[in-house]
């Protein structure tokens, strides 16, 4: 039900009345005309304060995502993290991966790449295993909402929250190579973790491998 504005008009209360309507109805009936709706004022009023749906989107995202800043911890714990906070808002991953996509700079990795770089990850390496560790989690955690979503519509479609909150583990340990509890191994065979083989390799393991392969060549082929 919308309300009669009092209030002085701007960019927060915008941003709370859409963050309300979100929580209630989801991304997909966020509407500029609803809010201004649900505010009391005319829709053109709010372009004064958000240039556009987008523009709101990426605010919401911003509200979403800053519980974030308070998390500390190991890099899967971080990512974690980022799955509980946007996990708690109706179509949160939906919306922040909206955002993202537009505005990269709008998803907080200043905490999970500090960790990383803690534990001895190179710059570019921290970087890669923070961007997909935050792909994985948002389109992991969309998946989840979208069957909650369904299963709000049909009980039949029950959701196993232990096995979603397993394979989130799961996955969350393949990106970092820190298994579920947390814990660092070190060497497991993780994306962007454990030690890279950078020995040289040797002349003469290059020439058997091409002797190898001319000989293979001149062997004939069994009909």
Do not use: C, N
């Not at 927060?12 to 009345?17: E, L, N, R, S, Y």
């Not at 809010?35 to 749906?53: C, T």
């Not at 803690?118 to 969309?142: C, D, P």
């Amino acid at each position: 039900m919308s309300r009669t504005h009092t209030a002085r008009l701007d960019a927060p209360a915008i941003v709370d009345a859409a963050h309300t309507l979100l929580r209630s109805y989801g991304l997909g009936d966020l509407s500029m005309r609803r809010v201004a709706k649900e505010l009391g004022v005319q829709p053109g009023a709010l372009y004064w304060h958000i240039a556009s749906k987008q523009d709101l989107i990426a605010h919401l995202a911003v509200r979403i995502l800053a519980p974030l800043a308070q998390v500390s911890g190991t890099p899967a714990q971080h990512l974690r993290a980022l799955h509980e906070t946007v996990v708690s808002v109706r179509d949160g991953a939906e919306t922040v991966t909206a955002a993202w996509s537009s505005r990269p700079e709008l998803l907080p990795h200043h905490g999970l790449l500090r960790a990383l770089r803690k534990r001895g990850e190179s710059e570019t390496r921290a970087q890669l295993i923070a961007e997909t560790g935050s792909h994985y989690v948002l389109g992991f955690t969309q998946g989840l909402q979208t069957r909650l979503a369904l299963a709000e519509a049909d009980p039949a479609a029950r959701v196993d929250a232990d096995e979603w909150r397993a394979r989130l583990s799961e996955g969350i340990a393949l990106i970092t190579g820190q298994d579920p509890a947390g814990r660092d191994p070190s060497a497991r065979g993780a994306v962007g973790t454990g030690p890279l083989d950078r020995s040289p390799v040797k002349q003469d393991s290059l020439d058997q491998d091409r002797r190898d392969q001319a000989r293979s060549a001149q062997d004939p082929i069994d009909p």
